[in-house]
């Protein structure tokens, strides 16, 4: 009769990690469609194009390969898509797409499966636009211009928006959505009176202020995190005809950023006396050297001002008005720059549409994609600086870094904001300061200028830090996990707890490096 050992403990121990590690390389490999329900497997798409297509974005300077590509025909697709990955050992990670007009890869995932939001506009299952008398319905994949043309149709039209109108509403949403008219109506987050919204655990939730306000607030910029937004309920307001479009030109920064700021503090939504928009960027003595909005007579008195001062700085205001304030607009926008002190005689204005101006990045726009400089990296660097620090911003980077290395800086963007138009329980980070200053260096170039810019990007950031000027990352991308709490500061503790809550196995939107 044979006879048969005890095996030892260690051996025992041996087989079950062995046992351990092969289920986990195992289940560590991507995992198969096969195992998909059939009413997924139907719409997961794994062609070659496809997958290159939505493995890079408007940055092209990320490259990140997915498992597939989701084209959901409703936003059930995408709750069975969420709860199907929460059911597997390892999940899979999953990224909303709209437009992928991200440039650090934010809109991608690797070997995860990316969401195209843009299947919904073709579904007869979508939210679409529907405009009510004071709101506007919209499905979270829609694009902003889209809904600019259905509300100008019933003569309203939302009251805060992006510079450029080819974005879809989930993504802006997702991060706060900024422009001219921030400083009176607040980004576009705080113009959304209600959300639809699938979480990371794959849940349909209907919220706002009042319902469900936890991921209410988590999603309106939490770029991504919390859940995938699927409907926006988006305040309205009477549309203008016309705008009074004005451009005055500084050489002196505290002068400009003065002016600036007395525009601003002209904020209530119903101040007939403010503006309604208000920008400013800066015109560097670089090529290329961007002047169509002025007139060609007044060109050359321009360049020439521009050599003699290497750096002027431009006040964008905007008036609108209509058939009822026609006769008295002129009226108004002399008072409006009345007493300001931009360069006597060096005021240029245009009168257009109201969409016109609205949609005015489109045509720069066409123009790139004629000239082959749409589908280039964009280096983009977009911050918000505080209001104290702002001249030390100007002295630092504007003069310091920018200008002295003379690498073409692209439109530079700098406009201040009333802190009191944000809403602190959003997810969104903001300078602790009641007024702080957008800036945005957005910069095109080609491939083998991208380090340069990337350097320079590392420069402004690391000089920011070292002289303490407290400024937040817009569209932030960071390297470690520390520099994420740091980003968030004293969001940091409730943005994890809203991670651990609505998307505990932090599946959703990997491309920002936060949780993954």
């Given amino acids: 009769m044979a006879s048969y050992s005890t095996p030892s403990k260690a051996l025992i121990i041996l087989l079950c990690l062995n046992s351990i590690i092969h289920t986990m390389q195992t289940q560590s490999q991507p995992w198969s469609p096969l195992n998909a329900p059939k009413e997924l497997l139907r719409l997961l798409i794994r062609d070659p194009l496809t997958l290159s297509l939505a493995s890079t974005d408007y940055g092209h300077i990320i490259h990140q390969n997915s498992f597939a590509i989701f084209a959901p025909s409703s936003t059930h697709d995408i709750s069975k898509l969420i709860k199907f990955s929460n059911s597997l050992l390892i999940p899979f990670t999953i990224a909303a797409r709209g437009q992928g007009h991200s440039v650090n890869g934010q809109s991608m995932t690797n070997d995860g499966v990316v969401v195209n939001m843009t299947e919904l506009n073709n579904s007869n299952n979508n939210n679409g636009i529907v405009v009510f008398d004071d709101y506007v319905d919209v499905g979270g994949e829609q694009i902003w211009i889209d809904v600019l043309h259905a509300c100008l149709e019933k003569g309203l039209t939302p009251l805060s928006w992006t510079d450029y109108l080819y974005l879809s509403v989930g993504g802006t949403l997702s991060n706060a959505g900024i422009s001219g008219q921030t400083f009176r109506f607040g980004p576009q987050i705080s113009n959304v009176h209600e959300l639809d919204v699938v979480t990371g655990k794959g849940e349909l939730v209907t919220c706002s202020t009042k319902k469900n306000s936890e991921i209410?607030?988590?999603?309106?910029g939490g770029l991504g995190q919390f859940g995938i937004i699927t409907r926006a309920r988006i305040a309205l307001g009477p549309a203008p005809k016309r705008v009074k479009w004005i451009r005055l030109l500084y050489t002196n920064f505290s002068t400009f950023s003065e002016d600036q700021e007395q525009l601003i503090s002209f904020n209530g939504i119903n101040e007939t006396n403010a503006p309604n928009y208000v920008e400013g960027m800066l015109l560097l003595n670089q090529q290329p050297l961007d002047l169509s909005f002025y007139p060609e007579i007044d060109r050359s008195r321009i360049t020439s001002l521009i050599t003699e001062?290497?750096?002027?700085?431009?006040?964008?205001?905007?008036?609108?008005?209509?058939?009822?304030?026609?006769?008295?607009?002129?009226?108004e926008i002399e008072t409006l720059v009345q007493g300001l002190n931009f360069v006597p005689t060096f005021i240029f204005e245009k009168d257009v549409l109201y969409e016109e101006f609205l949609n005015r990045v489109h045509s720069d726009e066409l123009a790139l994609r004629a000239q082959g400089l749409w589908d280039v990296p964009h280096p983009w660097l977009n911050m918000f600086v505080p209001k104290s620090r702002i001249s030390d911003f100007d002295e630092g980077v504007f003069k310091g870094i920018i200008l002295k290395q003379n690498i073409t800086a692209g439109l530079a963007i700098v406009y201040p904001v009333n802190k009191t138009k944000w809403d602190d329980n959003m997810s969104a980070v903001t300078p602790n300061e009641e007024i702080f200053y957008v800036v945005s260096l957005l910069r095109t170039t080609k491939f083998d200028k991208l380090e340069e810019f990337q350097i320079q990007n590392q420069q402004i950031i690391q000089y920011c830090k070292d002289v303490g000027i407290g400024m937040k990352q817009y569209l932030p991308q960071k390297e470690t996990h520390e520099e994420w709490v740091e980003h968030f500061g004293q969001k940091w503790e409730?943005?994890?707890?809203?991670?651990?809550?609505?998307?505990?196995n932090k599946i959703l939107s990997p491309g920002q490096g936060i949780f993954n």
């Fill in 494 to 504: 409730v943005f994890e707890k809203r991670k651990a809550r609505f998307d505990p």
């Fill in 309 to 331: 001062h290497n750096i002027i700085y431009v006040i964008e205001l905007v008036k609108y008005y209509d058939d009822n304030s026609e006769d008295h607009i002129d009226q």
């Fill in 216 to 220: 209410f607030y988590a999603v309106l």
